[in-house]
T-cell receptor, first 115, second 114 residues
Framework: DTGVSQNPRHKITKRGQNVTFRCDPISEHNRLYWYRQTLGQGPEFLTYFQNEAQLEKSRLLSDRFSAERPKGSFSTLEIQRTEQGDSAMYLC?????????????FGPGTRLTVT | QQQVKQSPQSLIVQKGGISIINCAYENTAFDYFPWYQQFPGKGPALLIAIRPDVSEKKEGRFTISFNKSAKQFSLHIMDSQPGDSATYFCAASKGEAAGNKLTFGGGTRVLVKP
């Protein structure tokens, strides 16, 4: 399978715990995006990387959130001291920037439930 | 401020009918307009996309119509099938210099009745 993969697919955690999600993009893609989707809504942009550089963070991304893409391949999204409002689907997407190409391909998402 | 408005929120269509979903945007800096299909528990899948320099794009049973002056675009699903029952999202992005990050509409839940 050469698509975007995300792990875990589901995560249940208690309020106050830390969680980390992983995204493996399509192998030749240099851009990686994180979005958050709550029930019944469209995805909302959180942050994106070009290679290993984090180029933009949404104001939705509070100080409790941190994302990395250490070698320009996979990425991790960590949420510290989780709150019930963090419950959502966290989606990762990747694309090949340059030459006017915009297509973003999404992974299956990680559904987070904070109890 | 909702930059991409999508309607209707839901629609029911008979098998073989046409599903039409509309989106309107505010920011004229948007220059790429994709549509995504999402099934429950899955990530969005790219269906079809258009740029403002064309007024229509067709891929199989899916057609995007684009009206730059009205800042509106729509998705037509021809010969709708039960397997098309899903939530559809329009989106827009401002281009590579702005990171191509997508701004999504609120989604339309489509139910195709057999």
């Amino acid at each position: 399978d050469t698509g975007v993969s995300q792990n875990p697919r589901h995560k249940i955690t208690k309020r106050g715990q830390n969680v980390t999600f992983r995204c493996d993009p399509i192998s030749e893609h240099n851009r990686l995006y994180w979005y958050r989707q709550t029930l019944g809504q469209g995805p909302e942009f959180l942050t994106y990387f070009q290679n290993e550089a984090q180029l933009e963070k949404s104001r939705l991304l509070s100080d409790r959130f941190s994302a990395e893409r250490p070698k320009g391949s996979f990425s991790t999204l960590e949420i510290q001291r989780t709150e019930q409002g963090d419950s959502a689907m966290y989606l990762c997407a990747s694309s090949l920037a340059g030459q006017g190409r915009n297509e973003q391909y999404f992974g299956p998402g990680t559904r987070l439930t904070v109890t | 401020q909702q930059q991409v408005k999508q309607s209707p929120q839901s629609l029911i269509v008979q098998k073989g009918g046409i599903s039409i979903i509309n989106c309107a945007y505010e920011n004229t800096a948007f220059d790429y307009f994709p549509w995504y299909q999402q099934f429950p528990g899955k990530g969005p899948a790219l269906l079809i996309a258009i740029r403002p320099d064309v007024s229509e794009k067709k891929e199989g049973r899916f057609t995007i119509s684009f009206n730059k002056s009205a800042k509106q675009f729509s998705l037509h699903i021809m010969d709708s099938q039960p397997g098309d029952s899903a939530t559809y999202f329009c989106a827009a992005s401002k281009g590579e210099a702005a990171g191509n990050k997508l701004t999504f509409g609120g989604g339309t839940r489509v139910l195709v009745k057999p």
